[in-house]
């Protein structure tokens, strides 16, 4: 049961341009969502998060916007630079003392000079 | 604030071998978490403490695993009797009061 779907496996965009990556999930508990980003070899870096009080949350070129009735979230990169390619996560956690985060299964995107 | 490390990096095992991870998180970062990612999938849950305290543990992580954080600092992350389906990335992440938490470079394990 995956509760977190990233439903793009990868996203090619040209240099400059808007790169738009989605993400789905399932389950109404949780109510905090990060995007995350990873190089080969590395460990994940985290970018951005919103909480679930809020539908935008803005960071530089990045925006995480998130529709709580859809059960959607998708991260804008605008202007994407070829130093964005990556595989990018979106994970989401609940409001517990734990705060575990759950995955999903990454898009990797390409940005083309 | 150095970030969090995870030492080795790579260790390649047979079959039945035992083999030890450690993890050292963000200095004052009072939890600790592990995961593991398999190829192709996004990090998946396996243990989480708070200080000391192991509080969570997935489903994922059978008797063979186990985990410890003795003084609240640093983690160890054991497998005994490796199986080729351990072969993994192993991730720790750390964080202190918000909810963002942050990655370690992970150990790649691969059992022959």
């Known amino acids: 049961d995956q509760q977190v779907k990233q439903n793009s496996p990868s996203l090619s965009v040209q240099e400059g341009r808007i790169s738009i990556l989605n993400c789905d999930y399932t389950?109404?508990?949780?109510?905090?969502f990060l995007w995350y980003k990873k190089y080969p070899a590395e460990g994940p870096t985290f970018l951005i998060s919103?909480?679930?009080?809020?539908d935008k949350n803005e960071d530089g070129r990045f925006t995480v916007f998130l529709n709580k009735s859809a059960k959607h979230l998708s991260l804008h990169i605008v202007p994407s630079q070829p130093g964005d390619s990556a595989v990018y996560f979106c994970?989401?956690?609940?409001?517990?003392?734990?705060?575990?985060?759950?995955f999903g299964g990454g898009t990797r995107l390409m940005v083309k000079p | 604030d150095t970030g969090v490390s995870q030492d080795p990096r790579h260790k390649i095992t047979k079959r039945g071998q035992n083999v030890t991870f450690r993890c050292d998180p963000i200095?004052?970062?009072?939890?600790l978490y592990w995961y593991r990612q398999t190829l192709g999938q996004g990090p998946e849950f396996l243990t989480y403490?708070?200080?000391?305290?192991?509080?969570?543990k997935s489903r994922l992580l059978s008797d063979r695993f186990s985990a410890e954080r003795p003084k609240g600092s640093f983690s160890t992350l054991e497998i005994q009797r490796t199986e080729q389906g351990d072969s993994a990335m192993y991730l720790c992440?750390?964080?202190?009061?918000?909810?963002?938490?942050?990655f370690g470079p992970g150990t790649r394990l691969t059992v022959l």
């Open positions: 389950n109404s508990m949780f109510d905090y």
């Open positions: 403490f708070q200080n000391e305290a192991q509080l969570e």
């Open positions: 200095s004052e970062h009072n939890r």
């Open positions: 919103i909480s679930s009080i809020k």
């Open positions: 994970a989401a956690s609940p409001n517990n003392a734990g705060n575990m985060l759950t």
């Open positions: 992440a750390s964080r202190k009061r918000t909810n963002e938490q942050f």
